[in-house]
């Protein structure tokens, strides 16, 4: 099985000064465009951001939607900073598992690396009984290790779900600079997310022999740069 790219609908979101705007030359305006290749949605201009937002937000979470086939269990594999919270904040929010989430519900602090065991808990307890009710769900986590991803395999499989493996294969240099960009609760130690990285890229030729019965990568290519956190 070849891994095939993914090119989300993840938008762009901009305000124009009233210099700019031709039609209403005393009011800024807002808009959005979406990054995916080829698509055109997005050229509409709105005289309140929260409007332009919104349609944005639907635009994103309708394409997300139908990537994948209902019930399917999405397992996000990549290191830290590398834009996997950004790309699951495109689907509806009941469908993501995230840990970062999960220990902020905890202690408050999404960063607090203590209660990861009981985070761990917590989210095994919601993919195993989204999977029995054949919910699709995006697991927001790094996933590198091939232990972690082979326990997720095994659940899909005893439910009958199908299992994709989605691999961010953003570069090191980008992942260390939004990295460093982040509040000191939620930066990963340097060596750890070069490990992390590495992990990654050894993964990628091993996710089909894993069990995997989809594997689709995503590059660094968005313009929203380093937003993608």
């Not at 937002?53 to 209902?70: S, V, Y």
Request: net charge neutral.
């Amino acid at each position: 099985m070849s891994s095939l790219v993914l090119d989300p609908h993840l938008t762009w979101r901009f305000s124009e000064p009233p210099s700019v705007t031709v039609n209403h030359p005393k009011k800024e305006t807002h808009g959005w465009d979406c990054q995916a290749p080829g698509c055109q949605a997005g050229q509409s201009r709105y005289h309140d951001a929260r409007d332009a937002a919104e349609d944005a937000d639907i635009h994103e979470r309708t394409e997300a939607m139908a990537l994948f086939e209902p019930g399917a269990l999405v397992v996000f594999v990549g290191p830290g900073a590398a834009g996997k919270s950004r790309f699951a904040s495109a689907f509806p929010a009941d469908w993501v598992v995230s840990l970062d989430e999960l220990r902020r519900r905890l202690t408050g602090d999404a960063g607090n690396q203590t209660v990861t065991p009981q985070a761990v808990q917590i989210q095994d307890l919601l993919v195993e009984t989204r999977l029995k009710y054949a919910e699709t769900t995006v697991l927001d986590s790094t996933n590198v290790e091939a232990a972690v991803r082979a326990r997720l395999v095994e659940r899909a499989r005893r439910w009958g779900r199908p299992v994709v493996a989605v691999v961010f294969v953003t570069a090191l240099d980008v992942c260390l600079l939004r990295n460093s960009k982040r509040p000191t609760n939620r930066r990963v130690p340097d060596e750890e997310l070069k490990r992390q990285f590495e992990l990654t890229t050894l993964s990628l030729p091993l996710l089909a022999g894993e069990g995997f019965t989809d594997v689709r990568t995503i590059g660094a290519g968005w313009r929203t740069g380093l937003a993608l956190a």
